[in-house]
């Protein structure tokens, strides 16, 4: 889709969960099933390509996965990610 319907879109939207619901406690999500394949103290890289509002990201930090770039063409959703981040790196909530 244009960039324009994304823009649109993340103007109204605070967050989407695009693969599933990460607050349910049986979702496969919140469970992390990559901390067994991939343990945070190895120090890796992870790249989230068209993380859109997803709080992913953020899920991805708590679990100690500090290496993170989240993409997105949505200059929007950029904006909002980039105020996230600096919440997040002032030690407050990131919401």
Do not use: C, I, Q
């Not at 319907?5 to 406690?25: C, I, M, P, T, V």
């Not at 989230?48 to 709080?55: E, H, W």
């Amino acid at each position: 889709k244009d960039p324009s319907y994304w823009d649109e879109r993340f103007a109204s939207e605070a967050e989407h969960e695009w693969l599933g619901d990460l607050s349910d406690e049986g979702s496969p999500l919140r469970e992390a099933p990559f901390t067994a394949l991939l343990p945070a103290d190895l120090d890796p890289w992870l790249l989230l390509v068209g993380s859109g509002n997803s709080s992913l990201p953020m899920v991805f930090h708590n679990a100690s996965y500090t290496n993170l770039v989240a993409t997105d063409y949505s200059r929007v959703v950029l904006e909002n990610m980039l105020a996230r981040a600096r919440r997040l790196s002032s030690g407050r909530s990131p919401t």
